[in-house]
């Protein structure tokens, strides 16, 4: 396993997870959000997850979505890992992190420090936080990039990772300067929105070794 973890998100096909997978991958993104061009079905997404190794953990990524097909999507997917991707509180993340019993990530976009200092409310309920840059007219996916000078000095509450813009060309410096042990990506290894290029894939997962 590499110093640096990587998820690759908004896989939609066979062919792209068998490119993640055998690039070094360690966690594989499933986008269940009807809005996105990256969305998969819950029927797919259970599909695509029986693809996915063992070693490799599966990320279920949410925006916004109630109790009832909540349930109904762990149950159908299960995931090694649940991230909320919208503007869900933290009470009901709390509730989901003692009744579903797997690692539950909190996205959250960081536009300036008070954006970031109100991640601490997160502190006692998620597993990790993923900082990303702040949302567009969709959360994630958008290529904007997080300002990683955000980042410096402030003293995180919990394990986190590092999103917004990474690309094979960038990510090397973002984890330098930011000390990122987990990097994620989705439109930076796309050759069009939605659409997942595994030679991208590839050379993003060799510049994060590169960089570790």
């Known amino acids: 396993m590499p110093n640096t973890q990587i998820k690759i998100c908004g896989l939609s096909t066979v ?18 959000f009807k809005p996105s061009k990256r969305h998969v079905t819950l029927k797919k997404a259970a599909k695509l997850r029986e693809r996915i190794p063992d070693s490799v953990k599966t990320v279920l990524v949410t925006v916004n979505m109630e109790p009832k097909p909540t349930a109904e999507i762990l149950q159908a997917v ?11 509180t933290p009470e009901w993340l709390a509730l989901l992190k003692e009744k579903a019993k797997i690692e539950i990530w909190k996205a959250v976009g960081i536009k300036d420090r008070a954006s970031l200092e109100r991640t601490q409310k997160f502190a006692e309920v998620a ?3 993923l900082y990303d840059a702040a949302a567009g007219s969709l959360p994630g996916g958008s290529g904007l990039a997080l300002d990683w000078r ?9 394990p986190w990772g590092l999103a917004g813009g990474l690309n094979a060309s960038n990510v090397g410096d973002a984890i330098r300067y930011t ?34």
């Open 15 to 32: 062919e792209t997870i068998d490119a993640a997978v055998e690039a070094g991958a360690t966690h594989i993104g499933l986008m269940h």
């Open 78 to 88: 299960q995931p090694d890992v649940l991230q909320l991707h919208g503007d869900e």
């Open 127 to 129: 597993h990790m936080l």
């Open 150 to 158: 955000l980042l410096m000095g402030h003293k995180h509450v919990l």
């Open 179 to 212: 000390g990122a042990k987990m990097v994620d990506t989705s439109s930076g290894v796309e050759s069009e929105p939605g659409k997942k290029d595994p030679a991208k894939i590839t050379a993003f997962c060799e510049a994060v070794r590169a960089a570790g």
